[in-house]
């Protein structure tokens, strides 16, 4: 098997409003890469986010007096406290210069995935509202426009409580197999397997982060090729469900 990789340059700066489909397939045509079938498209969250108006102006926001009082556990900006609680369904802990909640989509993370970096001064960047159905619908748009069967995965940095250093994951998933399980196959020993299943789209998503970066780089979007992962999935899949969490359990 040959899997290759490619960053999506040419992208422009997307604002509020902004197709990122388009922007997608004008940077294919500028660079001369086509979309073929079985292809994957990795978009970073942030794009996604500010095409939709995701973007909050922190002198807009009104703290409460949880997020006072939060602000002063965390050493955070208690305006960034605000949206903070406003997006979790959940605050599961709190230390210096974190929270980490349950978001309102189901994700475990620090700080409900709200961002600053590659942001404008004075403004924070939520999480897309919905982001399988936001990669649906680049999915249905560059299908449309070019005839290939995709998949599109929407990706995020996240840390883990349990390694140093950030990983891809899938917040969002179109077209692609998501969670592949394999229990009951054999293993090379021919020994069943019972608890086997594997994050397709978060090892996905991690690897086109390593073509991605985490900085400067400005390359919002990869092609990922030469995998047979496209199906129907869903970022959703991938979620464990809080009663087999035994980081969670009370």
Known sequence: MKVEIYALRHMPYVKKGDDVAAFILKALREQKLELRDGDVVVVTEKIVARAEGREVEL?????????????KVTGKDPRLVQLILEEAKEVLAVGENFIIV??????????????QSNVEEGKVK????DPDKSAREIKSKLEAATGKKVGVIIT??????????????????AGVIALWDRRGERDLLGRELQVTRVAVADNIASAANLVMGEGSEG????????????????????????ENDVFRRR
């Open 219 to 242: 390359i919002p979007v990869a092609i990922v090729r030469g995998l047979s992962v496209l199906g129907d999935g869903s970022a959703r899949d991938l979620i464990r469900p809080k």
């Open 59 to 71: 002198s807009s926001v009104t703290p409460s007096r949880e997020a006072e009082r939060l602000a």
């Open 156 to 173: 995020d940095s996240f840390g883990r409580s349990f390694r140093l250093g950030s990983v891809g994951i899938a917040i969002g998933c």
């Open 102 to 115: 349950e978001t309102k989509h189901g994700f475990v993370c620090a700080n409900a995935g709200i961002d």
């Open 126 to 129: 939520l999480l897309p509202a």
